[in-house]
């Protein structure tokens, strides 16, 4: 059995005028709580330091800078570092990353339980767009202020198992779980902001867009038979309300935790990560019965095309 104690902190919602002082000491307090429930892991949602920012249109580029982080740790998220570095915690969170070349990524750090950041992913799915939408009920400018991704989709070794990231958007892609899958990922670790509703379609229920969400992450592990935790940052932002719903799933694809509160609020589970092993060396046997042969669209074609040779 290879226990990893996981805690999903979901977060509530953070506005635009918090301070990353205030949320660091939110994060603080979910981790406190983590590490009196013997939690060895604790996994944070997508963008954690500020508010959802992709939602607002930005052309002054100090005040886009600003919802960014040049270097992590840094000075504001030094103090969460040094607690979870005390108890031997190890943590998973996003934020805004800026590089040293000023390119903007939407970002997931993974730490080992001595809080060496040992893997990084940058997200590829970005939704939305990159110019103001005067149709959408409001904006959704990840393509605006993000680089799509460039890192991949790694899987990291840590705490005895094969780690990997996605954020947000990428849940929805099964590209993106399978491509961890093919790496042999016991754990995928995502953070999510995703509306309570949709700025094209008011028809869609928050039900409906929560059953979405589920059913993605649900999928993901039993088609690789890995954990999903999938930790969201909900409530009211602002006016802007994020749905909650924060889930951890087994390798077998049920949902074992689910969170109750649109708040802070901690999930913690025992998660063997050789529960992982039955699905892999059976049904999802990926070498005895993937025929590849047959997938060549999958990476060769973006959009569709139609039999006939028209596109989509
Ligand atoms: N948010 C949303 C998400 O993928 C979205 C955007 C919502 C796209 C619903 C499509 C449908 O959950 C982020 N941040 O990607």
């Given at each position: ?7 999903a ?119 939305g ?21 460039d ?75 890995a ?8 409530g ?57 042969k ?19």
């Amino acid at each position: 059995m290879r226990e990893i104690v996981i805690g999903a902190a979901q977060m509530g919602p953070i506005q635009r005028a918090d301070s990353r002082e205030e949320v660091v000491a939110r994060m603080i307090a979910l981790l406190e709580e983590a590490i009196a429930a013997g939690c060895t892991l604790v996994v944070f949602p997508e963008l954690c330091l500020t508010t959802f920012f992709p939602r607002w249109y930005m052309e002054d580029t100090a005040e886009v800078a600003s919802w960014f982080e040049n270097s992590m740790p840094n000075a504001t998220t030094q103090p969460l570092f040094d607690r979870a570095r005390a108890a031997r915690v190890a943590i998973s969170f996003g934020y805004a990353e800026k590089t040293s070349e000023g390119q903007g990524f939407n970002t997931q750090v993974l730490t080992d339980p001595a809080l060496n950041i040992i893997g990084k992913y940058r997200k590829v799915h970005l939704p939305g767009h990159s110019e103001f939408d005067p149709d959408r009920a409001f904006q959704h400018l990840e393509k605006r202020y993000f680089k799509a991704g460039d890192l991949g989709f790694p899987v990291f070794r840590n705490m005895d198992a094969w780690m990997g990231m996605l954020i947000c958007n990428d849940r929805r892609w099964p590209e993106a779980y399978r491509e961890l899958g093919l790496q042999g990922a016991e754990l995928i670790m995502l953070g999510y902001n995703t509306p309570t509703t949709n700025s094209q379609n008011p028809e869609e229920t928050p039900e409906t867009r929560v059953f979405h969400s589920d059913l993605c992450c649900q999928a993901g592990a039993y088609q690789n038979s890995a954990w999903v935790v999938a930790v969201a940052k909900a409530g009211n932002e602002d006016g802007h309300p994020l749905f909650p719903g924060s889930i951890i799933v087994a390798p077998d694809g049920t949902i074992v935790q689910k969170a109750t509160t649109d708040g802070d609020e901690l999930l913690v589970h025992s998660c063997d990560m050789d529960a992982t092993k039955f699905g892999k060396k059976t049904i999802f046997d990926f070498k005895r019965h993937r025929q590849i042969k047959h997938y060549g669209r999958i990476t060769s074609q973006t959009g569709v095309i139609y039999p006939d040779g028209t596109e989509g």
